[in-house]
């Protein structure tokens, strides 16, 4: 019955009926509580549906049943940076790079909690580490220029 209701979610889902996804999902949930990939997918509905609260509770349930995966911790740092908690979220992204440090994903939103923390040197270390990965990422260049514009860089950088 819980793959029947998760069914039932990710077509709601896939329709952007997030109410009824959200809805389905927590039946599933309930029928099934230690699947951390439920928790995942509600956690996007609840997302989606702006219920950021609730989908950081269920990403958190996700990192607390599957500590070993990337993705929970990844997805936590978001939902906790949705919510102006940088401080927060700081520590799933880099939790995350522990368990995956090639997630440029996570190396952005890392940069990104440094930024919003004030935290710029910190800031512009993690996103000239992105672009030496990926030379065009778009948010990389973006908070770069925006830290150079903020502040005086030493020759050189």
């Known amino acids: ?15 952007r009926w997030f109410g009824l996804a959200v809805s389905n999902y927590a039946d599933a949930i309930e029928l099934r509580p230690s699947d951390p990939g439920l928790r ?18 269920q990403y958190q349930a996700a990192v607390d049943l599957a500590p070993e995966q990337a993705q929970p911790h990844i997805q936590l740092g978001f939902e906790q940076g949705r ?8 520590p799933e992204f880099r939790q995350a790079l522990r368990l995956d440090p090639n997630l440029i994903d996570a190396r952005v ?4 909690a440094f930024y919003e923390q004030e935290k710029l040197d910190d800031a512009l270390k993690q996103f000239e580490d992105v672009l030496q990965r990926n030379p065009k990422d778009p948010i990389a260049l973006h908070y770069v220029q925006l830290l150079r514009e903020r502040t005086p860089l030493p020759a050189g950088r």
């Not at 919510?83 to 700081?90: F, I, N, S, T």
């Open 1 to 15: 019955q819980a793959d029947d209701r998760a069914r039932l979610a990710r077509f709601c889902d896939n329709r």
């Open 40 to 57: 995942m997918e509600a956690g996007q509905a609840l997302a989606a549906f702006g219920r950021h609260d609730e989908a950081a509770r």
């Open 83 to 90: 919510l102006g908690k940088p401080a927060l979220a700081e």
């Open 109 to 112: 939103a890392l940069g990104v």
